[in-house]
């Protein structure tokens, strides 16, 4: 499992494994201040890097920085 | 800074031909009030009264007031809304205590809150022992929710300060002294006292979870440091119309309890250095910078000990505990005030994050517990406010019409500046 979220700390005390730090709480997956092509790309870039966090292995909890 | 505080105690609250005091009785002229808060952005305004012992119940409730007015000094009171961003918190300021506007009308966010003036509600809500100016405000359909949180917010203001005028002529009951050393001679004057500040979380989440600072919405700023007199004179308010158990409002700003016990202790047993103001931002870089800051201007003032309080719940947990962990790391004792979010029998984790450096920590209650609120003979505001207010559930108000309800839906129930009576126990 991945989880992506903003406040990674909360992620990490409630105990996920695969940490997907994302943009703001109120819009985690999008920035709604971006061009609607820069923001596509951006969301583009995080699902990738959870697909990523996904499919690699780990030990314990590991937040996927950039 | 030096400010006196002039205490007016108003015991009841009427309609009269003019605004003013007489006899511990606000004399309030409908006509008057509502030409000074008149804003077209809403259709109607109208004015109700509500006191304690009433079966009265007003929802959905934005901001609670007390009307101030600075009579000698710099500046007036709410800088930056009412009067200009003159520095405050110095001179002679007077208080209508025991009065209080309240704002009401059509909702504008979900988690907006409950004040019953009787009943088991009222004592959940310090407000309901005040003597209420409550102002019911409409607003026409396709008004954007941020102009209808801003037009409700400045009403609020305005009532107050008008409410506030009536003091001038009033007899003051009581005096309050509040003086704010500078850091030289607080040393100076008490060498061997613990130095120790309040750290003030303000919610600042945005999506009608804001606070002002001298007109300023503090989201933007980086954590600074204040005189606790400036807060006396109404410098942060309160733009905040949700999460009503523990939001703080205008009035708690106002009246601090922090800040109030602090003075109290203050060069007896310890030496209170000042106040240092935070935001609760949602980013994540935004809370581990203003963390950072905090800690910095900690350490800069050479504090032994630091009380910080949140504002809201959920992920402001983490600028709590951001908070918390950094001043411990700098050896700098620390005491976080919270509130608590453990589900309605008690059992689940309080807070959403945690650390072992939290280890002293004052609760205002948990906000799941369910209490059902009897009818009232008077309803203010929106009854039908009940099903979407925070804690209220769909078929929260019943056909009789009471109210079943968590109490996070109660206007300042679990207040994280200990303003209320509530706390948690262990068992």
């Known amino acids: 499992m991945v989880h992506m979220c903003t406040i990674v700390p ?20 999008g920035n709604p201040e971006l061009p609607f ?15 990523h966090a996904l499919s690699t292995e780990v030990d314990g909890q590991k937040v996927f920085e950039d | 800074m030096q400010l006196k505080l002039g205490q007016i105690n108003i015991t009841d609250i009427q309609f009269g031909s003019e605004t003013k005091v007489e006899k511990g009785v606000l004399y309030v002229n409908k006509e008057q009030v509502l030409a000074a808060v008149a804003d077209e952005r809403l259709t109607n305004i109208s004015l109700e009264l509500a006191k304690p012992g009433e079966s009265v119940r007003i929802l959905p409730v934005k901001d609670v007031i007390e009307p101030r007015l600075k009579i000698e000094g710099n500046g007036g009171v709410f800088p930056g809304f009412i009067n200009k961003v003159d520095m405050v918190g110095s001179g002679t300021t007077l208080v209508l205590r025991g009065a209080a506007v309240v704002t009401t009308g059509s ?16 004592d959940y809500s310090p407000f309901s022992k005040l003597n209420n100016l409550v102002i019911v405000c409409e607003a026409p359909e396709g008004l954007s929710q941020h102009e209808h949180e801003a037009a409700v917010r400045m009403v609020g203001y305005k009532a107050a300060a008008c409410l506030a005028e009536a003091a001038a002529e009033a007899k003051v009951d009581s005096w309050e002294e509040y003086r704010h050393l500078n850091l030289y001679e607080g040393m100076k004057k008490y060498p061997e006292l613990p130095r120790v500040a309040y750290v003030y979380m303000l919610q600042t989440q945005g999506l009608l979870h804001d606070t002002y600072v001298y007109g300023v919405d503090a989201k933007k700023i980086l954590p600074t440091l204040m005189s606790p007199t400036e807060m006396m004179d109404g410098a942060i308010v309160s733009g905040n119309c949700v999460s009503a158990c523990d939001k703080n409002t205008t009035y708690h700003h106002l009246n601090n309890p922090i800040i109030k016990d602090l003075y109290e202790r203050h060069g007896k047993d310890l030496n209170f250095v000042g106040v240092i103001i935070t935001n609760e931002n949602v980013t994540l870089a935004d809370k581990q910078r203003s963390s950072n800051f905090t800690a910095k201007l900690a350490d800069m003032l050479g504090l032994d000990g630091a009380i910080v309080s949140q504002e809201g719940f959920g992920n402001p947990d983490t600028d709590l505990i951001m908070n918390c962990t950094k001043l411990e790391k700098l050896g700098i004792k620390t005491v976080i005030v919270t509130d608590e ?22 609760t205002g209650g948990n906000a799941n517990e369910v ?10 505001g929106n009854t039908k406010s009940a099903d ?8 929260s108000l019943a056909k009789d019409g009471s109210i079943t309800v968590e109490i996070q839906a109660i206007t300042g129930a679990t207040n994280e500046l200990g303003f209320n009576t509530l706390t948690t126990r262990e068992i």
């Open chain 1, 10 to 29: 909360i992620s990490l005390t409630v105990g996920a494994n695969r940490i997907v730090p994302t943009v703001a709480i109120p819009h985690p997956l």
């Open chain 2, 371 to 380: 209490i059902t609120l009897p009818a009232m003979d008077k309803v203010i």
């Open chain 2, 341 to 362: 979010y453990a589900g309605r029998d008690g059992a689940s984790q309080s807070l959403a994050d945690a650390d072992p450096l939290a280890d002293a920590t004052v």
């Open chain 2, 107 to 122: 909702i504008v966010g979900f988690q907006e809150g409950i004040i019953d003036m009787s009943g088991p509600g009222a």
């Open chain 2, 388 to 395: 979407i207010i925070a804690g209220g559930f769909d078929g």
């Open chain 1, 37 to 51: 092509e820069d923001e596509k790309a951006l969301r583009r870039r995080l699902v990738s890097k959870a697909l």
